[in-house]
């Protein structure tokens, strides 16, 4: 379900580094996953996507890294930049009345210079 | 291509006046919409639904409304603003029967209730 009364996490990245943001899904029949960057004051933006019968997708830059066994997906971003520097949800949509997306709690990635 | 426009931007709002916040849809036909709710330094809450005109889905028992007047236009509203409607509220738009299909974000309304 939605954690909409969670506080963000935060993870600081030096700028350069490797940074590897997760999220938990718990809908064993949940077969598409998206993960989406908002910056500040702004409206979710798409990253990439992903498809269940996938273990991992590239990007540029970012690769998602799915595990079906423990329901856990990662979000990889190589090489980080200041302008990586945004809160990032994962987003699962559910095949019930219309097409919802429930989206996880979101983590702040903040790249330090 | 598709474009979604939400407005106003920023908003501010004494408790008990009403509220209407609109979001329409450019380049697609009869879209499922959706209105969203962020509290600062918090997630996304799906408050309402819509995959058609005229119809409404309520996620949360609330102070909101939503209304689908026309295929693109999504409007969110109230009668009476508390305190606690303060939040960014976000508008976005799906492909309708699309298995694998990701949400479309409005730029977002800060609505604050003082």
């Known amino acids: 379900g939605e954690s909409v009364g969670l506080h963000l996490p935060t993870l600081s990245v030096q700028e350069g580094d490797n940074s590897i943001i997760n999220c938990a899904y718990s809908?064993?029949?949940?077969?598409?996953f998206i993960w989406y960057k908002q910056e500040s004051g702004k409206g979710p933006q798409f990253i990439i996507d992903i498809r269940s019968n996938m273990d991992k997708r590239q990007g540029q830059r970012v690769t998602v890294l799915l595990n079906k066994t423990v329901k856990h997906l990662s979000l990889q971003i190589a090489a980080t930049q200041p302008g990586d520097s945004a809160v990032y949800f994962c987003?699962?949509?559910?095949?019930?009345?219309?097409?919802?997306?429930?989206f996880g709690p979101g983590t702040r990635l903040s790249v330090l210079p | 291509s598709q474009t979604i426009h939400q407005w106003p931007a920023t908003l501010v709002q004494p408790v008990g006046s009403p509220l209407s916040l609109e979001c329409t849809v450019e380049?697609?036909?009869?879209?499922?919409l959706y209105w969203y709710r962020q509290a600062a330094g918090r997630g996304l809450q799906l408050l309402f639904y819509?995959?058609?005109?005229?119809?409404i889905s309520s996620e949360v028992p609330q102070n909101l409304s939503a209304s689908r007047p026309q295929d693109r236009q999504f409007i969110l509203s109230s009668k009476k603003l508390l305190l606690s409607d303060s939040g960014f509220y976000l508008c976005?738009?799906?492909?309708?029967?699309?298995?694998?299909?990701?949400?479309?974000f409005g730029q977002g309304t800060r609505l604050t209730v003082v």
């Open positions: 976005a738009w799906s492909v309708p029967a699309a298995r694998h299909a990701e949400a479309f």
């Open positions: 380049g697609t036909s009869n879209p499922n």
């Open positions: 987003a699962e949509p559910l095949h019930n009345y219309g097409q919802n997306f429930v």
């Open positions: 809908n064993s029949a949940s077969d598409y």
């Open positions: 819509s995959v058609g005109i005229g119809q």
